[in-house]
């Protein structure tokens, strides 16, 4: 008998079905090309999509910034650089939080003199229509070029920033933040993170230089809202200056200039300010701030508007600085949020606040914490409260009132906080669409 044997030369696994479309590959093609030829706008939409969850994330900026809109590639983005991204930080857009992020990162560790200044300038037309908020909390100095001998490399007093002054000018923001249109953000700090075993002083400095370029791009940056300059040694000298260039600035309303060295003289400069601008938050907690530079605060609260909250905690104003800013609340209207923490407060000043608590119903809340008020001070408090019905919020912790005052204070302050509660359960502000 014979035997015939058939041999099958299929793949038994193969299908049409596995066959891609001739549109897939054409999107694979052009997603692997994309560098060279990033033609995504002339897709349909769907096919658009498609291309996008292929790219990859280390395409060169200046082939994705303007071209890539798609959300979807910008959280790979951030999510493949950063290990927390709070999307709801940067108004829920990925695209912004990665270009203000990367920004920052470069001027957090740009070095005049080393690094090249294209590397941000460069970058400025790529990101100009994303950066609304940039927080920078270092600058670097420039590297040393002369290092001393070991022998006098032993002092880290604050003399050694005078000796070194050429040595600690940083970035100038300038040409960046003036080109940037859409920045209504702007937190700087000038210092250094981590020094390790390297500390000098000189790290530390915010030069008359750098204050003078910051003074100038601050006049021109005619968008920005918030502007925080924090921790960064800054006196009456520079904050005369950057006073002077914030006179009338059309959009400014946030000024934080907290934990700093600012005295009477600069306090002086932005009492001027208060009445000058539309600013509405001042923050001037940790500085040297003493009765004169209150007084002077004081009068331009009582020629503002705008101003609607001031922090003085842990200044020196001293009872004739709140006496003087207590007299200005007799006739301000705006300001809602007062904070006298730590200022070496007594009676005198609870006195005067006592006839602000009875003639003012704009403020809400009121914090003389850690003050000496003693008993006499929180009974004329109390006094004051009889009649007032706005005031949600009295802080009055460690300022030495008696404890059944205190209960009773916080009775009154807190019936005032319910009224207010039910009253916006029954009146519900809408929203404007």
């Known amino acids: 008998p014979f035997y015939i044997r058939r041999c099958i030369t299929e793949d038994p696994s193969w299908s049409l079905v596995t066959v891609p479309h001739l549109t ?18 002339y897709l349909l939409p769907e096919h658009q999509r498609k291309v996008v969850d292929r790219l990859s994330t280390s395409l060169p900026l200046t082939v994705t910034a303007n071209i890539v809109s798609h959300e979807e590639y910008w ?27 990367h920004l920052e990162n470069i001027l957090k560790f740009f070095i005049p003199n080393t690094t090249d200044p294209k590397e941000v300038l460069e970058l400025i037309p790529l990101c100009k229509g994303y950066v609304q908020k940039l927080e920078i909390d270092q600058f670097l100095p420039p590297l040393r070029v002369d290092q001393k001998e070991e022998s006098n490399d032993l002092s880290d007093t604050e003399d050694d920033a005078e000796l070194n002054e050429v040595y600690t000018h940083h970035y100038n923001l300038k ?6 249109p859409r920045l209504e953000e702007l937190h700087l700090t000038y210092g250094v993170k981590s020094c390790g075993m390297n500390f000098e002083w000189s790290l530390f400095t915010f030069t008359e230089l750098d204050c003078s370029n910051l003074a100038a791009a601050m006049k021109m940056c005619r968008n920005l809202k918030v502007f925080k300059l ?9 904050i005369k200056l950057l006073a002077r260039n914030l006179l009338d600035h059309p959009c400014l309303l946030e000024l934080d200039l907290s934990h700093n060295l600012i005295r009477d003289n600069g ?30 605060l004081a009068q331009g609260l009582a020629e503002s508007s705008t101003l609607t909250s001031l922090n003085l905690r842990l200044n020196f104003v001293e009872d004739k600085g709140g006496e003087a800013i207590g007299h200005a609340l007799l006739t301000n209207t705006s300001l809602k949020f007062l904070h006298l923490g730590s200022n070496n407060l ?3 000043t609870a006195a005067v606040f006592s006839q602000v608590l009875a003639q003012n119903t704009t403020l809400t809340s009121i914090n003389l914490s850690c ?4 008993l006499d001070g929180g009974k004329q408090l109390l006094e004051g409260l009889a009649n007032n019905k706005t005031l949600t919020e009295l802080d009055l912790r460690h300022a030495e009132v008696e404890q059944e ?19 916006s359960l029954q009146h519900p502000t809408t929203e404007p669409l």
Request: hydrophobic content about 35%.
């Open 24 to 41: 897939e590959l054409c999107l694979q093609h052009i997603a692997r090309n994309f560098e060279k030829n990033p033609i995504l706008n």
């Open 75 to 101: 959280k790979r983005c951030c999510m493949e650089r950063w290990q927390v991204c709070d999307v709801s930080s940067y108004g829920d857009s990925w695209k912004r939080m990665f270009f203000e992020r």
């Open 175 to 180: 040409d960046l933040i003036t080109a940037l």
């Open 230 to 238: 924090t921790r960064s040694k800054v006196d009456d000298d520079k």
């Open 267 to 296: 306090a002086q400069a932005l009492g001027k300010l208060i009445s000058h601008s539309r600013l509405e938050t001042l923050n001037l907690c940790n500085n040297q701030i003493c009765h004169l530079g209150a007084q002077a």
């Open 346 to 348: 007594s009676e005198p």
């Open 371 to 374: 003050n000496h008020l003693g």
């Open 405 to 423: 005052t205190g209960f009773l204070i916080h009775k009154i302050v807190w019936a005032n906080r319910e009224a207010v509660r039910l009253g």
